[in-house]
């Protein structure tokens, strides 16, 4: 228990006392409340004598281990090499026939393979301590702390990366889970021709603004046990599981002898039952989707290229674009006035947004076409962010909020994107603004992998000044190797949706 005697105030008690005391009790009361390095070169009284107080343990406000969710869930296996190549079977034949008379030689049927290979990526950060620094008294060893700390900092960008990297626009990345399940391509080696035969097929479900609910959960687990999975993890952004659970709240019961009845009101779901098994559900905060940003935001690092000198819409007629005025999930219209802004993106960061100034009326079956023109600079673009407002009344872009919807690579562009002729980037609606992503999977190392050619792990540097020098790295690749045994959702709303203003 603290007492006034923890102070050195002899002979005075609370209420009173010695003279002597009672002074010393008034110096205190008196102390002031400015820290030492506010009393320097000051004439004054008792504040100068005062010892600082200072909390002896570091207060942690960044991320815990605990809040990289996913990168714990995913199997972790060893690389062998930079490259690192698996096989699928594709097919054990085509199922035809099977039924012969007796004695009769049967036909042949030949099973499908496909060899496939992610490269290895290399993650690191460096670390610098100063001599000084390791010498003083303090509350934490420095070094071991920054080591700490250079490890938590990889952690991030690996859990973030497992779901956002594309080595198409970013060469240096890896690809991320949804990068590999989009596998899109000509020849034998991929799934889909082309985004549009990838977003009809069974493994993506577009929510369209909706918030998720159980029904689509369900739906999931039968069109992943379609392909022959079975589902066991829902992994999404925690504001995704925190409105699913919302949407269970209006249907909760309070039973005797239960939580609710001692005092507990509400119950969150950890797991859905769905007809083919369980369902975790794991909310990771590091999935969510890139923050919106204005025209007044810099570029997010002095290394990031250019932004677009110009950028210009135009509306083309195409049947494949998903704008409605009245989309299946019953929400608002996805028709209306909307401004239309770019940035640059390289490995480093990405620049500042350049917004075409005039609204573009977004209308169905009309295609907004981007044209880019490439900003000049001394750090070319990989690639661009494309970003949309919602619908607006507003007669100019100034102050506005633009979300990010998707990104494509400079040589994606060059070729024509979504339809659209060669050096202009179309979208077709495919990604609304301000939504989420989530996936479902049958979580286990013969679906999907991290191989890790090393570790996590510290490599200290020689000794160049009065510091010490270390880099903190981790080589591995994402490995998908049944991509129909997982299901994406897209455009999920991160609100128990009602109505909404896209």
Same mark, same amino acid.
């Given at each position: 228990?603290?007492? =006034? ?34 009393? =320097? ?16 343990? =570091? ?24 490259? &690192? &190549? ?15 008379? &007796? ?21 690191? *950060? ?145 797991? *859905? ?96 076409? +981007? ?19 919602? +619908? ?12 990010? +919807? ?35 999977? &049958? ?60």
């Amino acid at each position: 228990m603290v007492t =006034l005697d923890d102070y050195n105030i002899e002979g005075a008690g609370f209420m009173g006392g010695e003279r002597e005391g009672q002074e010393q009790l008034l110096k205190a009361m008196q102390a002031g409340q400015i820290t030492g390095e506010q009393t =320097l070169g000051l004439s004054l009284t008792q504040e100068p004598l005062k010892a600082e107080s200072l909390e002896q343990t =570091l207060k942690l406000i960044e991320f815990r281990l605990t809040d990289i969710k996913l990168w714990n869930e995913v199997p972790k296996l060893t690389a062998y090499n930079t490259v &690192e &190549e698996f096989l699928q079977l594709a097919s054990y034949g085509t199922q035809r026939g099977g039924f012969y008379d &007796e004695g009769e030689l049967s036909d042949v049927e030949d099973s499908s393979y496909i060899r496939k290979s992610e490269q290895v990526k290399y993650m690191q *950060v460096t670390g610098e301590v100063t001599m000084q620094a390791q010498m003083v008294r303090s509350f934490v060893d420095a070094m071991r702390k920054e080591t700490e700390n250079k490890m938590m900092w990889i952690l991030r960008l690996a859990n973030t990366s497992l779901t956002k990297a594309d080595s198409n626009i970013i060469p240096q990345q890896f690809n991320s889970y949804y990068a590999q399940h989009q596998s899109i391509g000509s020849g034998a080696n991929f799934l889909y021709l082309t985004f549009e035969d990838y977003y009809n097929s069974n493994v993506v479900v577009d929510l369209r603004g909706a918030s998720l609910k159980q029904g689509d959960i369900e739906n999931a687990s039968v069109a992943i046990d379609s392909n022959y999975g079975t589902a066991d993890r829902l992994f999404a952004p925690s504001t995704v599981v925190s409105a699913f659970a919302q949407d269970y709240f209006k249907v909760q019961r309070i039973l005797q002898g239960g939580a609710g009845f001692e005092g507990k009101i509400g119950t969150v779901p950890k797991t *859905v039952s769905s007809t083919l098994g369980d369902i975790g559900l794991v909310s990771d905060k590091f999935m969510k989707a890139d923050p919106a940003r204005n025209l007044a935001n810099p570029a997010t690092s002095v290394k990031a290229p250019t932004a677009p000198s110009a950028v210009s819409v135009s509306l083309n007629a195409d049947p494949l674009v998903k704008y409605s005025a009245s989309p299946s999930s019953g929400l608002a219209t996805e028709l209306g006035n909307v401004f239309y802004g770019v940035s640059s993106l390289n490995r480093y960061g990405e620049s500042n947004i350049t917004a075409y100034a005039t609204p573009v009326t977004l209308a169905a079956g009309q295609r907004p076409d +981007i044209t880019i023109t490439p900003g000049v600079g001394p750090l070319g673009a990989n690639g661009y962010v494309i970003y949309r407002t919602k +619908i607006t009344a507003a007669g100019s872009p100034t102050g506005l909020t633009f979300y990010p +919807i998707f990104k494509v690579s400079t040589s994606d562009v060059a070729g024509g994107y979504n339809g659209a002729a060669a050096g202009v980037v179309g979208d077709r609606g495919y990604f609304l603004p301000d939504m989420e992503q989530a996936f479902m999977i &049958e979580s286990n190392e013969d679906v999907y992998s991290f191989k890790q050619l090393a570790p996590i792990s510290k490599l200290d540097l020689a000794i160049l000044s009065m510091s010490r020098r270390f880099i903190t790295f981790l080589f591995g690749t994402p490995q998908l190797y049944t991509p129909k045994k997982m299901l994406r959702f897209i455009n999920v709303s991160r609100t128990l949706a009602g109505t909404v203003n896209f």
